[in-house]
């Protein structure tokens, strides 16, 4: 990569981290609004939304790819091909799909989330475990027990919250349990690992944040959409609501990620100018 085109790549950055927070800001106000009863949309232009706002995000992602380093590139495209399994469970998961009844949405959410998820784990499995193995001492040793300690915190919360709603429907039971002891553990548990790799950098917070995020609305979502006292099939708004909140918001902070791998990949690797020169004057 020329000096030319490195020069530009902060620009890109903080085009890309703009446009992504701003995007997350203008939902999460919205949510709030309506919530309020202010302005509610009718529900099938309130679920349009959504996607719309997916597909935005996926779109910046996609115009950012030609400004990562060739290394992130390749895994990046994998997160991207996550989030389009991700939005295809947001289209099912919606009143507008026609897919009915609600534990039908979800068997059919946890093989698409699980595909999307699953995909970025093994894309930030590459990303967290060099940084880490670099930086070593106690966080690189003991980076399987805080995979360990997550899965045991995961599972309390299953225990807690998931497994009551949706007790007596086997595959939900025996999908939610595998999906949070594997996925989620290894989601939280490497983005633990990628935070304290990057030496607990601010750029690298919003990844972590983010990558909890996710777990979490799963959570939300199977406590209240599948608790006792509400209907199922007409999830009460101000739940829908505050589960979007919590998982575009995991969505866009994970996406993140491209940005402070891309940072790092510039700083490990100087540019070289047209006559070989790198930036710091040594000759190629």
Not at 34 to 58: D, F, K, Q
Not at 145 to 167: D, E, F, H, I, Q
Not at 207 to 215: N, Y
């Amino acid at each position: 990569m020329s000096a030319h085109e490195n020069s530009g790549q902060p620009a890109a950055t903080a085009t890309y981290t703009t446009l992504l927070l701003s995007t997350l800001a203008l939902s999460v106000i919205a949510e709030v609004l309506w919530m309020g009863h202010i302005s509610r949309p009718p529900t099938t232009i309130y679920h349009l939304w959504h996607i719309a706002l997916m597909l935005v995000v996926l779109g910046v992602r996609l115009a950012y790819q030609k400004h990562l380093a060739p290394r992130v590139a390749r895994y990046t495209r994998l997160l991207i091909a996550g989030m389009v399994f991700c939005t295809a469970g947001d289209v099912i998961n919606s009143a507008i799909s026609g897919v009915e009844p609600i534990t039908r949405k979800l068997f059919f959410a946890i093989f698409l989330f699980g595909a999307g998820y699953s995909l970025y784990v093994f894309a930030l499995y590459h990303f967290a475990l060099p940084v880490l193995r670099e930086r070593g001492g106690i966080g690189y040793r003991l980076r399987w027990v805080v995979v360990a300690v997550t899965a045991l915190v995961n599972m309390a919360g299953w225990a807690s919250y998931v497994r009551p709603s949706v007790a007596g429907n086997r595959f939900l039971e025996v999908g939610s349990f595998i999906f949070n002891l594997t996925i989620y553990s290894l989601l939280i548990g490497l983005c633990v690992w990628y935070f304290w790799g990057r030496r607990l950098s601010l750029p690298a917070l919003p990844v972590m944040v983010g990558g909890a995020l996710l777990p979490i609305s799963d959570l939300y979502l199977f406590h209240t959409w599948l608790a006792p006292d509400q209907n199922p099939a007409v999830p009460v708004f101000e739940f829908y609501a505050a589960n979007w909140i919590l998982y575009f918001g995991g969505q866009v902070l994970f996406a993140l990620l491209p940005a402070c791998e891309n940072a790092g990949a510039q700083v490990a690797a100087p540019a070289y100018g047209p006559a070989g020169i790198r930036e710091d004057g040594a000759v190629q």
